[in-house]
């Protein structure tokens, strides 16, 4: 018999008359048991194979669209740092998908119907590539686990998205939020601008992330699960050393005295950034704006890639000529030909 366990489940592979056969012996609990499905599927097969019984593909136990998604969350509470993320956008996924569906009949259309299942959602295109993202992982998973052979989510079916406009706070405009804001709500706007820091690393900063010793911010759970390494300038060690310590968290909602939720703070910031006259200027565009300071001061690509914690440089370099002095310059000669 040629059964073999893996993470805890018990496969068969086979060979009758020239006819490869791996299948999960589903339900088996010891190898005796995994030999003895092994046992009826070669059975089986070789009826049909002798035309005793009709050949049906159904008739073999296939994973089903339910296990995948129990093995990918499982891999993502472990893996990933978005798992709350991940559980939203499955059960709202499967609002469309059949869980009993098996997993290898999955075709393109059904891709593409779910596609414009999301749009009709109002979803964007780049949320939609989130959805599809998850599912490819999903499906590599279980052909890590042998489970199926096939990803339909592979053939590149994510909508291409337009280039990414980037937005940022004019240097003059910076001074005119901070001022725009109250004296709880300052310090995370001064943060933003001294760190390059994403609101979520912000918000859930805490005491217990800081060295005033070294002088260093240091964040082990962060997107893409990350390590963050910052030195403090004068700007942050000073902020940091005049807040007084009222929670393991940083940065506390004035209302509740807790850390802040994201609804109550984007509600707080609406407000702010309205009062700066930044009408639809994003928390991120803060992000944004120490980007391109760093490379407006000639910050090497890759230092400044570390610090934002980019995956790619190629992020870093979309800075490269945002705001450039030379290429303002360089266009101005075609002045000449108005």
């Keep these: 018999m040629s059964v073999s366990k893996r993470k805890n489940k018990w496969y068969c592979r086979f060979q009758i008359n020239g006819e490869r056969h791996h299948y999960l012996c589903d339900g088996a609990m010891s190898k005796q048991q995994a030999e003895q499905i092994e046992a009826s599927l070669k059975f089986k097969i070789m009826q049909q194979q002798n ?34 993320q991940d559980i939203g956008r499955l059960n709202i996924a ?34 939609i590539n989130l959805y599809l993202g998850i599912f490819r992982i999903m499906y590599n998973l279980a052909i890590a686990d042998e489970l199926i052979t096939k990803n339909p989510f592979s053939y590149k079916c994510e909508f291409k998205l337009e280039p990414y406009k980037l937005k940022y706070l ?52 962060n997107k893409g699960n990350k390590h963050i390494k910052l030195p403090m300038n004068d700007t942050m060690y000073k902020l940091l050393s005049k807040i007084e310590r009222k929670s393991e968290y940083i940065f506390l909602n004035p209302n509740t005295g807790k850390k802040w939720s994201d609804t109550a ?29 760093l490379m407006k001061e000639n910050i090497p690509p890759a230092i400044v890639k570390e610090i934002m914690t980019h995956s790619d440089i190629k992020t870093t370099m979309q800075y490269t000529h945002v705001d450039s002095l030379d290429v303002i310059n360089a266009i101005s000669v075609l002045n000449s030909y108005n």
């Design 51 to 84: 035309g005793v019984i009709p050949k049906a593909d159904n008739d073999i136990k296939r994973v089903r669209l339910k296990t995948l998604r129990e093995n990918f969350l499982k891999y993502s509470e472990i893996n990933r740092s978005v798992y709350k």
């Design 170 to 221: 004019a240097e003059e405009s910076q001074p005119i939020l901070i001022k725009a804001t109250p004296k709880y709500f300052r310090p995370i706007i001064i943060t933003a601008l001294n760190t390059g820091l994403r609101r979520g690393n912000i918000l859930n900063l805490k005491w217990s992330d800081i060295d005033f010793n070294f002088r260093t911010i240091e964040i082990t759970k």
């Design 94 to 127: 499967f609002q469309f998908f059949d869980e009993n569906k098996y997993a290898d009949t999955l075709t393109l259309s059904d891709i593409n119907n779910f596609k414009a299942w999301l749009l009709n959602l109002k979803k964007s295109k780049k949320t």
């Design 265 to 293: 703070f984007e509600n707080h910031w609406h407000k702010y950034r309205k009062k700066a006259g930044l009408i639809d200027f994003k928390f991120h565009g803060l992000r944004h704006t120490v980007c391109t300071r």
